[in-house]
């Protein structure tokens, strides 16, 4: 009977990947179109924020699998790490538009044109003659206090570099912490449009997971729903930016603080609450959700009232966080009047938001951590900016009357999308328990 059910679910898994797939491009049709979007990003993007920092030469400088957090977002597909000694030189012409070299062997077509003829001079001399013949004022290198994405110039890269500058140009460097920080976290109209693609895609494999044709109570357990979201996003094209969880609540079982297992079994009974947490990064971008399911009882038709009314309440709160989600406020100022707007309200609030782009946890201001929510200096004192998503994950803490009044954590996060001024759900939210 066991391996039976194996088999059916596997079955119907394979079914559903097929399914996935049609929804993801080739690999050289996703190539394709991040290279369209990388043209408009080095065309249109780098002048206006080169300009905004203030920045009139950006170098960025890495070894090959030591690379810098930005430089796999400027370099074009199929790259898939640094070669060698990579060095990409942005420079801003005094009509604003920025010319883009390259001092490395491996030139890159229309994105970074080759700057260096191995066979004529040294790496580092073709770097000094290059710097010199454009005479910056302001050079901006990857080295920065709060943000590991504008920290990415090694301590070995850093000296070289030093060194190739030479007087007066290693006076004139300044962190371009914030540049490659900006650079990272905007979106473009068209990576602004896909996003909900990806994020429909996620709740798709959500539904799935939470469903008769993968969970069986008193047979499955969270490792086999586990790893059921991890190949299936796997067979399908979708890399997984995480490991994926599924945790339990139940009468007596309640689920400790975030990234808990919650109960001590893994195997799921009817009566249980379920939390999953999965992201994956496709076409470059990353999701990243977390929803609840109720697994029935027998004779039960719904979930008990007390776990609903738990989820209302996490709905409010991400109501109240998104109201307070606007252009020029810092993600603490964020943080400190969403939980008091929420404790007003009598919910009992975590907040522990953060950006999703290239990267699942990225760049941008982050909004709480579930270990501090007084607010985090530096990375909270980042603004929120226009043309960004973020990942709006929080939970609430409730009794449940049915379970004798046990507190319930009810953890919700999906992903949104700030354009215009205003912020709204990529593809919805959870307003209903899956029941199962």
């Not at 009139?56 to 070669?83: F, G, H, K, Q």
């Not at 290198?141 to 890269?157: K, M, P, Q, T, W």
């Not at 929510?373 to 009794?399: F, H, M, W």
Request: hydrophobic share 35%.
């Amino acid at each position: 009977m066991v391996e039976e059910t194996a088999a059916r679910i596997e079955s119907s898994r394979r079914q559903f990947v097929e399914g996935l797939r049609e929804r993801v491009l080739p690999l050289r049709q996703q190539a394709d179109l991040r290279n369209t979007w990388l043209k408009e990003r080095l065309d249109t993007l780098l002048p206006e924020l080169m300009e905004k920092q203030g920045i009139d030469m950006w170098i960025v400088d890495c070894r090959e699998y030591n690379e810098d957090p930005v430089i796999m977002t400027l370099l074009p597909e199929p790259n898939m790490s640094a070669r060698r000694r990579t060095v990409l030189l942005m420079n801003r012409r005094p009509d604003g538009s920025v010319e883009r070299l390259t001092v490395t062997r491996f030139p890159q077509g229309e994105y970074f044109a080759g700057a260096w003829n191995p066979d004529e001079e040294e790496q580092d001399a073709a770097l000094t003659r290059l710097v010199r013949e454009r005479d910056p004022r302001v050079i901006g290198i990857d080295v920065g206090r709060e943000f590991a994405f504008g920290d990415g110039l090694s301590y070995n890269e850093h000296e070289w570099l030093m060194r190739a500058l030479g007087d007066p140009y290693s006076d004139r460097v300044t962190s371009a912490e914030s540049l490659a920080v900006g650079w990272l976290e905007r979106r473009i109209a068209p990576e602004l449009e896909i996003y909900s693609h990806l994020a429909k895609i996620a709740h798709d494999i959500i539904d799935e997971a939470y469903s008769p044709r993968v969970i069986v109570p008193g047979t499955t357990t969270t490792d086999d729903v586990v790893w059921w979201m991890r190949q299936t996003m796997h067979d399908a094209g979708l890399r997984a930016w995480f490991p994926p969880t599924i945790d339990i609540q139940a009468i007596g079982e309640e689920r400790g603080g975030p990234g808990s297992r919650g109960a001590g079994r893994n195997t799921i009974q009817p009566g249980d609450l379920l939390h999953c947490d999965v992201g994956f990064i496709y076409l470059g971008l990353a999701t990243d959700h977390q929803q609840n399911a109720y697994v029935l009882k027998p004779g039960e038709t719904d979930a008990p009232e007390g776990l609903k009314a738990a989820l209302a309440a996490g709905n409010r709160l991400q109501d109240i966080h998104l109201e307070e989600m606007r252009p020029g406020r810092s993600g603490n100022e964020v943080l400190a009047d969403t939980l008091r707007r929420a404790n007003a309200e009598e919910i009992n609030p975590q907040v522990y938001s953060h950006p999703i782009g290239y990267h699942g946890h990225a760049a941008g201001p982050i909004v709480g951590l579930w270990d501090h929510q007084e607010g985090v200096p530096g990375r909270g004192d980042y603004p929120v900016y226009d043309n960004t998503c973020y990942s709006i994950e929080l939970n609430v803490k409730a009794p449940v009357a049915e379970w004798g009044n046990q507190t319930v954590t009810m953890a919700l996060e999906e992903d949104a999308m700030l354009a215009g001024g205003t912020i709204a759900w990529l593809d919805g939210r959870q307003e209903r328990l899956h029941l199962i």
